[in-house]
């Protein structure tokens, strides 16, 4: 079974605050991405990865950044966090680019006050 | 510019009956169509694809149907069961065989009741 394990369930941030989530694969997938989900709009596309290293914009990159320095681990930052950045962030991975499915992590839900 | 539009938020239907989820969109390079179900505290999780070359699609009691010229998919699901109660998203890609980023419908709750 495919694994995708997400650092917090649950993190409380301050506005201004630089935050990090973090996201693990264990089935050596290439390509990795980040999501958020919001009432409303569905999940939309933060920023993905095809490969270490390599990053690429998705639909709303705006006030965040990635880090992909392994295979297994995609990192989301906020660098200076704001309260429209409260939601629900999922990460999900992908063998390759020749496979359809992706598979999800839990989620982290982030609350920014 | 919502690509993928789920337009009913929500669906209730009766156990044993059928449940029809719709979807609708507007890129025309979309060939690859994916149904993902989400439990709350839970990551979606893959239900079925259909390729823009077929229009139905068929894995249990899940049948998936495309209408390009419409630009119009729908899930139905035969019979409903309460375990069934869910979000469920419906989302679309483009590419041929190197697949790129997923564009995501903005779900339907589905709740199914004994």
């Known amino acids: 079974d495919v694994k995708v394990t997400q650092s917090s369930r649950y993190l409380v941030k301050r506005t201004g605050e630089k935050v990090f989530l973090e996201c693990v694969q264990d089935?050596?997938?290439?390509?990795m991405f980040w999501y958020r989900q919001d009432p409303g709009l569905g999940l939309r596309l933060i920023y993905f990865?095809?490969?270490?290293?390599?990053?690429e914009k998705g639909d709303i990159p705006e006030g965040y950044s990635v880090s992909r320095e392994k295979k297994e681990r995609f990192s989301l930052i906020l660098e200076s966090a704001s309260t429209n950045q409260t939601s629900m962030y999922l990460c999900?991975?992908?063998?390759?680019?020749?496979?359809?499915?992706?598979?999800f992590g839990p989620g982290t839900r982030l609350t920014v006050t | 510019d919502q690509q993928v539009k789920q337009n009913s938020p929500s669906l209730s239907v009766q156990e044993g009956r059928i449940s029809i989820l719709n979807c609708d969109y507007t890129?025309?390079?979309?060939?690859?169509f994916l149904w993902y179900k989400k439990y709350p505290a839970e990551g979606p999780t893959f239900l079925i694809s259909?390729?823009?070359?077929?229009d139905k699609n068929e894995d249990g009691r899940f049948t998936v149907f495309l209408n390009k010229s419409a630009k119009h998919l729908s899930l139905h699901i035969v019979p409903s069961q309460p375990g069934d109660s869910a979000v469920y998203f419906c989302?679309?890609?483009?590419?041929?065989?190197?697949?790129?980023?997923?564009?995501f419908g903005q779900g339907t709750i589905l709740t199914v009741h004994p």
């Open positions: 999900a991975s992908r063998l390759t680019r020749s496979s359809l499915e992706q598979y």
């Open positions: 089935m050596d997938h290439e390509n």
């Open positions: 990865s095809y490969d270490v290293k390599m990053k």
């Open positions: 890129n025309s390079m979309f060939d690859y």
């Open positions: 259909i390729s823009s070359i077929k």
């Open positions: 989302a679309a890609t483009a590419g041929g065989t190197s697949y790129g980023k997923l564009t």
